[in-house]
């Protein structure tokens, strides 16, 4: 694909002016090597579309981290989906099988014969957990709140003009505005960030012109009522055991300005006023035993004030998040069309739209501090978002990629507080992973396999071809360690550390010498989800020593030496990791054709394309195959990678995004951001080629599954700056069509860095890196390596 090569070159010998290529340098206290000025984006950043919703993806999306809220805008009729982060069906459970352990010898047996079908049949039956795992009523689902509808009433019908829908991304803030017989309607939609409610607020040019109806239901485990001026809905879900499971409450008040309001059967009506304000207050009893007294006072504190002041306080929070990071990468006429029809023009034409990068990029920020909080829960498949009550793959937590592609972007994209949800969920994995440990491997430590759930779920799926995949501990240990990496809190590495030690006591206690090669490894093994072929013609899954364990490993045991380091702390245990360290695999084994493999063995696969690309973990998110550092193996990854292709669901195509970027191959990291970008409908459940985004830009699968939102923008932030490989690196993957100007400023490198810089013609002109404390850096910058000084 020449048209895609990385041509960004270095800086002209003798650069006369800036627009050759001239950096503009401060001296003095030598803390800024140079200065940048970077305002906020000009131009507005939202999504807009010029008709209502047809279908859920269309929708606008808002969220302050525990409730959500997607209108879609209808004029006579609109339906509102409410979510609650928290709303789970399901109970915790043990579904350990506390014999499996005994079988351990056998499978192990098996698979040293190279009788891997045998092994893998065997695990079926006695080595997965017990019951029907996430097939069943007690593993529990991520669930729709609520779906309030709203019926509008107009005097001399509905025939509507000038209609426009919009969701600002730097106020979080939706509106809905039209106009019926010379009259302006204006909706304006948000869930706060100061009374934890969701507002919204209905309004026209004329008074007495406001008249609806307003009902509230879910489809199962919810019953609405009014009582006075309350309208309520109230459900208990189903726990798997004895259907006594969640509670959850949710209030609705009306406050009309003018008019009249009154109660009719389950539903609120009001007429002729000029204006209304409908609150909704949420709560469920996860972790909450007093959630009727929390939803009644989130309510009350809702009421006192006026509606100027909520608004104002929920931008001010908001934009202590959103507004920390800029980004500007150009303009285009396209940028002036809706959404849909942006996306529709991109593929074909993404020189007329260079700005639509830079708001998918801000988007997924939105969605990172919509769809969490600190004290609460990590973003699942779907953020916080559904419109249904059985969500796709139960809108759990997959920890084979998923729940980590969630986190790629926070650190970056200078959100770092929103990683501590996970840490919290992965603490609270270790005390039933420690019974996983002893249950299947007699080990030391915890482990967790490829799934959980808010429950604490830990055991193996419930089929050997992919629930027995051990390396989901490990890769969550990645993102918490990250989060050190960025911020240098030696407090937060204190408190993680023991998580990070009962995860490598596990795999250092599992470890087996491979008869063949000698080396340490793990057994039983597998590449998750992925299968090959025996030579017998069989397909199987499970092996021995798959490419993705013997990375995790090696960097989980090389992040927790330097813990243990700087904490003073656990030296025997230290020098037994460095010991097992020498005897693993390498970070990568190169096969016969050029490729990197996936296994220890170099099996025929059964899926050339397969949408998991597991073995190169330690290209993204490790820093163990770099471009520069391990370059054989990074050309190995690029060969894995044009065997695999371009397509895929979203998530996939993000992760092979983040995968080019790290190649230091701009324009091919592009054609895959490119290739995400194409607008879809479909919300069938796929697992092959097809991904792209809805019209409001959720990225799709399909169906919707946020981690291609997440793992594009982190994509797009490794384009432009990378930090992994010991040295801060600006441009390091700008593809063509970035390079004539741009600007950045906030991104997050490792070592607590905060970076601004702008460029012109792919050369960089001018850069800032701040640090809360004096320190050298190095950086990369226009192909040359050199230290700089940084400070406050």
Known sequence: MDQYRNTCGTPPARPESRKSGRMKVITG???????????AQDRPLQLWFDKPAAQWEETLPLGNGRLGMTPDGGVEKEKIVLNDITLWSGSPQDANNYEAYKHLPEIRRLLSAGRNDDAQRLIDKNFV??????????????????????????????????????????????????????????????????????????????????????????????????????????GQLDNGTDGKGMQHLTEVRVINTGGTQFSQGKELVV??????????????????????????????????????????????????????????????????????????????????????????????????????????LPPNLQGLWANQVRTPWNGDYHLDVNVQMNHWPVEMANLSELNLPLTELVRGLVKPGERTAKAYYNAEGWVAH??????????????????????????????????????????YLESIYPILKGSAQFYKSILVKDERTGWLVTSPSSSPENSFLLPNGNHASICTGATIDNQIIRELFTNVIIAAERLKTDKALADTLRAQLQQLPPAGIIAPDGRLQEWLEDYKETDPQHRHISHLYGLYPANLITANGTPELAAAAKKSLEVRGDDGPSWAIAYKQLFWARLLDG?????????????????????????????NLFSAGPPFQIDGNFGAAAGIMEMLMQSHAGYVELLPAVPDLWKPAGKVKGLKARGNLT?????????VTQYKITSPHRKKVKLKVNGQLKTVVAGK
Not at 29 to 39: E, Q
Not at 457 to 486: D, I, M, Q, R
Not at 755 to 763: A, M, P, Q, R, S
Request: charged share 20%; net charge neutral.
């Open 29 to 39: 206290l030598a803390l800024l090597c140079c200065a940048v000025k970077v305002s």
């Open 129 to 234: 957990c017990l019951g029907p795992g996430s097939g069943g009523p007690q593993w529990g689902c991520f669930q729709m709140l609520a779906d309030l509808d709203i019926a509008y009433a107009y005097e001399n019908g509905a025939a509507y003009t000038n209609y426009r829908r919009r969701l600002s991304l730097d106020s979080a803030i939706a509106t809905t505005s039209f106009q019926i017989n010379d009259i302006q309607y204006v909706r304006e939609y948000f869930t706060s960030f100061g009374d934890d409610v969701s507002i919204i607020r209905l309004s026209a040019s004329e008074k007495g012109k406001i008249s609806f109806s307003l009902g509230i239901s879910r489809p199962e485990k919810g019953t609405s009522a009014v009582s006075g001026q309350v309208l309520t809905l109230a």
């Open 271 to 376: 007429e002729g006023a000029d204006e209304a304000l409908i609150i909704i207050s949420t709560a469920t009893d996860f972790r909450e035993p007093g959630y009727r007294q929390l939803a009644a006072k989130n309510m009350q504190a809702a009421l006192r004030q006026h509606y100027s002041a909520q608004r104002a306080s929920h931008v001010r929070n908001f934009r202590k998040l959103f507004g920390r990071v800029a980004v500007d990468l150009g303009t285009g006429p396209a940028e002036s069309l809706t959404t849909d029809k942006r996306l529709a023009a991109y593929y074909q034409h993404p020189e007329e739209d260079r700005s639509l990068p830079a708001l998918f990029l801000q988007f997924g920020r939105y969605l990172s501090i919509s769809s969490t909080r600190v004290g609460l």
């Open 450 to 491: 490829v799934i959980t759930n808010v429950w604490g779920f830990t055991e193996p799926g419930e089929s050997a071809s992919w629930g027995v995949t051990k390396s989901g501990s490990g890769w969550l240990c990645n993102n918490l360690w990250e989060h050190y990496a960025y911020t240098n809190d030696i407090a």
């Open 667 to 695: 324009n091919r990291a592009f054609k895959l951001l490119r290739e995400l970008l194409k607008p879809t409908l479909r919300t069938d459940i796929n697992y092959g080629a097809g991904g792209g985004v809805y019209p």
């Open 755 to 763: 970076v601004d810089f702008e460029w012109e013609n792919g050369i």
